[in-house]
């Protein structure tokens, strides 16, 4: 049995799922879960689970801060580096950051 992607991010772990928010014309918000699928000392890469998949990127400012840069990747080669430097072709300062799972689960479920 297969599970729909809502239900897949019920059971996600808390540290591996995010809200993001974008505005519509109107100027309203309209909320859209996302999946950590990549992770490197200094960013998180997320995907949406909306039909039109946006991939979107937490860059931590600076070590002894909670500060976070939220931006959405137009460039997929951008998507690809960071998934690269978090580990799926090697390893990111001597630790494996890719989240497989989550990336699996949204290639195999469309």
Known sequence: MS??????F?????????TVY??????D???????LIAQTHQQRLFVTLEKRRRYVTYTFVDD??????????QDYQEVE????????F???????GIVYHNLLFLLMNP
Do not use: I, N, W
């Not at 309209?30 to 999946?35: F, I, Q």
């Open 3 to 8: 599970l729909d992607p809502t239900t897949y």
């Open 10 to 18: 019920h059971h996600a772990a808390d540290e591996e799922k995010t």
């Open 22 to 27: 974008t505005q519509t014309p109107d100027g």
């Open 29 to 35: 918000l309209e909320s859209h879960d996302a999946l």
């Open 64 to 73: 002894s801060s909670d500060e976070v840069e939220l931006d959405f990747v």
């Open 81 to 88: 580096d960071l998934l690269e430097d978090a580990g799926l």
């Open 90 to 96: 090697g390893r990111h300062d001597g630790e494996v």
